[in-house]
C-alpha cells in the first residue's frame, strides 16, 4: 500500500499537477457556454438596436403612406358618388344659352345631373367658357363649359354668380 503524505486522499493518488489541469478543464466548460451566451446576448442587442433604428426611420413613411391610402379611398368614394349622380335624361328638351358678350346659343338638352349638364355641340363652345343656362321654365343657371366633343357639350354649375348673374 502506497503512503501520501497528503491529507486528502485525492491528491495522492492523482496528483497535484493533473488535479489542477482537470479544474481548469473543468471551469473552461462551465465558462464556454457562458461566454458564447454573453457574446449572442451582445449581437442579440445590437441587432435589436439597428433594427429599432431602422424602424424609427421608417415609421414617418407608413404613417405617411397610411394618410395617403386614406386620402386616395376618400377621393375614390367621392368620385363614385358622383358617377352614381342621378343622371335624368331629358333628352331634346330646347335650352338656351348665353354668354358673357351677350351671344346666345340655342341647343338641346342631352341629359343632366346634380353636377352639371349635357347638351347637342353648339359651334363656337369652349372648355372654360362661361355661360348662363337658361332652362325651359325659364330659371337661369351660371355654367361653365368643362369638356366639347364632337356631338356634345359637358357644362358644370358654378357655386358663385359673379358678374354673370347679374347680368341674368
Known amino acids: 500500500m502506497l503512503t501520501c503524505p497528503s491529507v486528502n486522499l485525492r491528491t495522492c493518488w492523482l496528483g497535484e499537477d493533473i488535479l489542477k489541469s482537470i ?88 341629359n343632366s345631373s346634380e353636377g352639371g349638364i349635357g347638351v347637342m355641340y353648339f359651334e363656337g363652345a369652349r372648355v372654360g367658357q362661361l355661360v348662363i343656362y337658361e332652362d325651359f321654365s325659364g330659371r337661369k343657371f351660371p355654367m361653365e363649359i368643362k369638356w366639347v366633343s364632337d356631338d356634345t357639350v359637358g357644362l358644370q354649375y358654378r357655386a358663385e354668380a359673379g358678374s354673370m348673374a347679374a347680368a341674368a
Open 23 to 110: 479544474r481548469v478543464q473543468i471551469a473552461l466548460l462551465a465558462i464556454v457556454p457562458l461566454l458564447a451566451f454573453v457574446v449572442l446576448g451582445a449581437m442579440t442587442i445590437e441587432e435589436a438596436y439597428r433594427e429599432s433604428r431602422h424602424a424609427s426611420e421608417i415609421q414617418p413613411i407608413a404613417d405617411m403612406a397610411h394618410g395617403i391610402e386614406g386620402f386616395l379611398e376618400e377621393m375614390t368614394r367621392d368620385v363614385e358618388e358622383r358617377r352614381r349622380a342621378t343622371r335624368k335624361q331629358e333628352m331634346g328638351q330646347q335650352v338656351t344659352l348665353v354668354t358673357e358678350g351677350g351671344k346666345v346659343f340655342e341647343t338641346r338638352l342631352m
